[in-house]
DNA sequence: TGACTTAACTAATATCATTAGTTAAAATAA
DNA sequence: TTATTTTAACTAATGATATTAGTTAAGTCA
């Protein structure tokens, strides 16, 4: 009867669609019906693309984390020392605050062992560990490092975006200074000396 | 036919068993058809406890939050200054290993603004202002020290319960160092020198 | 042209949250 | 004690969802 265009569609426009989904209506928006209707389909038809709402979780979650890598790259070029972690750092929260969804799907993989999501996020650590080189930390101390500045990026964007800030205080400042804070304990001795 | 006997259910016998739910089989498994099962009732007497699935998130939250708070407060006792930071921060990560699921639901309120959620919010900000005033940090400083702690604690806690953290390289150790650095950082004078 | 692959579809099932209306147990008032 | 009210369970029904099975037609390629 209707007619059946064969819109041809294909997972780099299914998972664009779903960014901008998550971004606009919340993760929790993320549904099969909502993303078919969306793509002007039926939802058995998405299973064509991957393997039913897991599957599409942990595409998407590669898919942030890409996305999330490639900002961070962009924003570590021609710059070095604390110059280019703040960059890296600004750039992270950015993409967090203009994707939202996106960047919450990062850490929403059905299985965050899964070789390809794993292997999305050692790009992201590798790239920690090589703007942190700058400050010369022995092979311990540099995963403490990267482990602490990676922890410091998440917890301020998922903080900011459920509200968990909610004095009168510009947040770009807070990152700031918290990441030179951050920094400048690390560079220093006062975790050699004893207490 | 079947005797109906009527349990006398309450709301904290209900969000005990929601949290042990949510540790033992992930937030995700939170449903009202599983916590009726696992309450020995059918899904549509739990309205009569809390309104829907949304009601029960937020309860859920607020209990999560509470049970946070009041680890940290008794970790706070009787002691100061690093010490008191150092081990308040190993009972935050430490509930959230032992509780992830009630942990996970303290940042899961359908909706973040809501009164009862950030009162019960507020004191764990204020618990930290506390403990961070042995550093004599001024006003707005004060502040950007307490995002920046809230910010280590959970993007720590949420990345080593979602397997962001793979290398062989204790935990507890990677914690300690973090925070004395971010400390160490806060209290020196890097923040006020001109880059 | 003809065979094959693929991306859409319909139909059907199971699970879930939710609402409406019911009932009996418990608590309270007379 | 008895009568009333409140409460916490229930059944039944609805709508949304993910998922599976089987179907069809468009596009691709020999």
Do not use: C, W
Not at 146 to 156: N, P
């Amino acid at each position: 009867m209707s007619p059946r265009p064969k819109i041809g569609l294909d997972l780099t426009t299914i998972l664009e669609t779903a960014g901008v989904l998550a971004d606009q209506q919340g993760i929790q928006e993320i549904t099969l019906a909502n993303l078919a209707k969306k793509l002007g389909i039926r939802p058995p038809s998405l299973y064509n693309h991957f393997d039913g709402l897991p599957g599409l979780r942990k595409k998407l979650a590669i898919y942030g984390i890409d996305m999330l890598y490639s900002r961070m790259a962009d924003a570590a070029i021609g710059v070095s020392g604390t110059e280019a972690v703040l960059a890296v750092s600004q750039a992270y929260v950015n993409l967090a605050r203009e994707h939202p969804g996106v960047y919450e799907a990062t850490l929403l993989a059905p299985d965050p062992e899964d070789v390809d999501v794993q292997q999305a996020g050692e790009k992201i650590v590798e790239l920690s560990v090589r703007i942190l080189q700058a400050y010369h930390l022995e092979g311990a101390s540099a995963l403490h490092a990267v482990r602490g500045l990676r922890s410091i990026l998440h917890g301020f964007s998922a903080l900011e975006q459920r509200g968990g800030f909610k004095m009168a205080l510009d947040l770009d400042e807070s990152l700031m200074i918290i990441i030179k804070a951050f920094l400048a304990g690390f560079a220093g001795d006062s975790l050699t000396t004893p207490e």
